[in-house]
């Protein structure tokens, strides 16, 4: 069975500070799709990135970068120099490419995040 | 263009009550998927549907919960009888579905917030 873990319930930060949330997950799949989304206050979640389990690069966009690391299944978010507008919930996600569709998503518990100015 | 559109946005009803959420999704998009959010549960799918056929309902938890897509561009999800623990967000999303060149976004309605009494 696949299980997304992130320990990180809440994390606080003042703006300008760089914030790391933590993803673990768990598949006997050796072929599997991880993502990240946002859920902003206004309650829609945004897709940010999906990663391939055969593509170990760390990826950049802007503020936000990934770390994907399959050697210890992790696949951690982080966002630098912190404005307020990141203040969200984010979620990190796994699908297994077994399934037909890489919307047939495990979604680990989301780590809220507070930037404060 | 148009995103996700569901509604109602919010639902309040009492227990017994026949409640339909509705879903308009993205033109072109060929994947439909219902997710429910809870403080307890998470983000998880109840079902989705790929060129208007229902492919994997494992997740839809009781036989009071069904879903149709008659055609392309709308969707439903029914609970009859509503039950208090039915109490959730319930989202919609489509996507393109899978290919080379795609990111496998999926792209979410704001969300039918119901409460059931």
């Known amino acids: 069975a696949q299980k997304v873990t992130q320990a990180q319930t809440e994390i606080s930060v003042v703006e300008k500070e760089d914030v790391t949330l933590d993803c673990v997950y768990e598949t006997r799949d050796t072929t599997y799709y991880l993502f990240w989304y946002k859920q902003p206050p206004s309650g829609e979640l945004v897709f940010l990135i999906r990663r391939n389990s055969f593509d170990e690069q760390n990826e950049i966009s802007g503020r936000y970068s990934w770390n994907f690391q399959k050697s210890t299944s992790s696949f951690n978010f982080t966002i630098t120099a912190s404005q307020v507008v990141d203040s969200a919930v984010y979620f990190c996600a796994l699908s297994e490419a077994l399934t037909d569709s890489w919307g047939k998503l495990q979604f680990g518990a989301g780590t809220q995040v507070v930037v404060t100015p | 263009d148009a995103g996700v559109i569901q509604s109602p946005r919010h639902e309040v009803t009492e227990m017994g009550q026949e409640v339909t959420l509705r879903c308009k999704p993205i033109?072109?998009?060929?994947?439909l998927f219902w997710y429910r959010q809870t403080m307890m549960r998470g983000l998880e799918l109840l079902i989705y549907f790929n060129n208007n056929v229902p492919i994997d309902d494992s997740g839809m938890p009781e036989d009071r919960f069904s879903a149709k897509m008659p055609n392309a561009s709308f969707s439903t999800l029914k609970i009859q009888p509503s039950e208090p623990r039915d109490s959730a967000v319930y989202f919609c999303a489509s996507s393109e579905g899978q290919g080379v060149g795609r990111t496998g976004e999926l792209f979410f309605g704001e969300g039918s917030r119901l409460t059931v009494l």
């Open positions: 033109s072109g998009h060929n994947s």
